[in-house]
């Protein structure tokens, strides 16, 4: 990579200060709203990238990386920030990194991955040791009590409940075909999810939803004719099949959902002790079943149920809806949030080393990694270490978080 020795030395030096204060955690906002406009502008691209090289090249925790690794990584930052991304030419291994860096600026100031503080590299996590990706998979159990296991199902019809034909497509999902004023509604079938799943299915009024690992729908073979009432536990995405006749609700623990048509992400998983419900189109009102509050949110807006207590804020949508697309999107995340992801989607053991309280994360990787992968990315901001070990059988993982 050549220098441009014509540069503007006094932005240059601006671009240094303002870098060095964001990585010391020292700029104000107008400071890092004025980095990441230059780094937005893209003018500026090799002088970035020098900087930030420069400042890496002292934490050193790049060796254990090999070079598929840094493709794989540069493959998924250039679909983040396709216009941002310029093509890069096979350069020496420094070279390479300031122009990669250059090219994901903005992704790799938010993840932290250049750190001013020297840190001792951790040693590499033993190839044996590693966790693959959850699959498509999930359990059927039908009104009867029958339970289908999807995933060794084949294609077609796989039940049929007085005129309610059950069908698993192609593509792996799941729909049914019922005349709307067919069967009873009070014939309950229940789709469930473990650890490392994840699975959508049509619902008999064309509704569309995506379940995420470890999580439950429970919901009628055929709706009724006043209204749609579906129950979830753990994380699910709808696309509900606009019915303004027929209200559709969905109920969880501490709350009830109700719309006509519209897109909305819930996360409601008993261990996190909250209900997360966010919407991306349309309109959804919530309502608080301990306190009997009612909140309408509007699209881009969150609602957090905890106890009595409702709140609504602006969402932070992608990183709420990423895991349906296949992706892990994390903005200003708490370790332990992201660790409780990991643990549903690979199945593995959580242990803490050390305090992990106040460590967040921004940044986004493939749920179709496996798991050293996610780590090894973690790891490079040098805020956290992890360690790979067997559990208590030998097909068990468990992962220790080294804070």
Not at 165 to 192: E, M
Not at 273 to 289: C, K, S
Not at 372 to 387: D, Q
Request: charged share 20%.
């Amino acid at each position: 990579m050549e220098t441009n020795n014509n540069g503007n030395d006094g932005q240059s030096n601006r671009l240094a200060i303002l870098l060095d204060r964001y990585a010391d955690k020292t700029a104000t906002p107008a400071e890092t709203a004025e980095l990441y406009a230059l780094l937005a502008a893209g003018t500026h691209d090799e002088a970035i990238s020098n900087l930030l090289a420069d400042r890496m090249a002292a934490a050193e925790p790049l060796d254990r990386y090999d070079e598929t690794e840094w493709d794989d990584m540069l493959g998924q930052i250039r679909q983040a920030h396709p216009v941002n991304v310029r093509p890069i030419r096979r350069y020496a291994r420094q070279q390479r990194l300031a122009a990669w860096l250059g090219a994901a600026a903005i992704l790799l100031l938010g993840f932290g991955f250049f750190m001013r503080q020297q840190r001792q590299a951790a040693a590499p996590m033993a190839q044996a040791m590693d966790v693959p990706p959850g699959q498509t998979g999930a359990t059927l159990t039908l009104a009867d009590g029958r339970k289908i296991v999807l995933a060794d199902a084949a294609t077609g019809t796989i039940a049929d409940e007085g005129g309610i034909v059950v069908s698993k497509a192609p593509d792996g999902r799941l729909f049914y075909d019922a005349p709307r004023q067919t069967g009873d509604p009070n014939r309950i079938h229940t789709l469930a999810t473990a650890n490392g799943q994840t699975f959508r299915i049509a619902l008999s009024d064309g509704t569309t939803v995506w379940l995420n690992a470890a999580s439950t729908l429970q919901y009628p073979s055929t709706f009724g004719r006043q209204q749609r009432i579906v129950h979830v536990t753990g994380e699910a995405y709808f696309e509900v099949a606009s019915d303004p006749e027929r209200p559709f609700i969905v109920k969880s623990a501490a709350q009830r959902a109700q719309v006509l048509g519209t897109s909305f992400n819930i996360a409601a998983y008993p261990d996190e002790h909250e209900t997360r419900t966010t919407l991306t189109e349309g309109a959804l009102q919530i309502v608080n079943l301990q306190s009997n509050s009612v909140n309408t949110l509007s699209p881009g807006e969150q609602s957090t149920v905890a106890g009595a207590t409702t709140t609504v804020a602006k969402a932070a949508v992608a990183a709420a809806t990423s895991w349906k697309a296949g992706d892990f999107v994390f903005e200003n995340e708490p370790l332990e949030t992201i660790m409780k992801k990991l643990e549903r989607w690979y199945d593995v053991e959580v242990v803490y080393e050390g305090d992990p309280t106040g460590i967040t994360f921004y940044g986004m990787v493939s749920r179709n990694k496996n798991i050293r992968s996610v780590l090894r990315v973690m790891e490079m901001t040098g805020n956290v270490k992890f360690r790979i070990e067997e559990g208590a059988n030998r097909d068990e993982r468990r992962v220790v978080v080294i804070i």
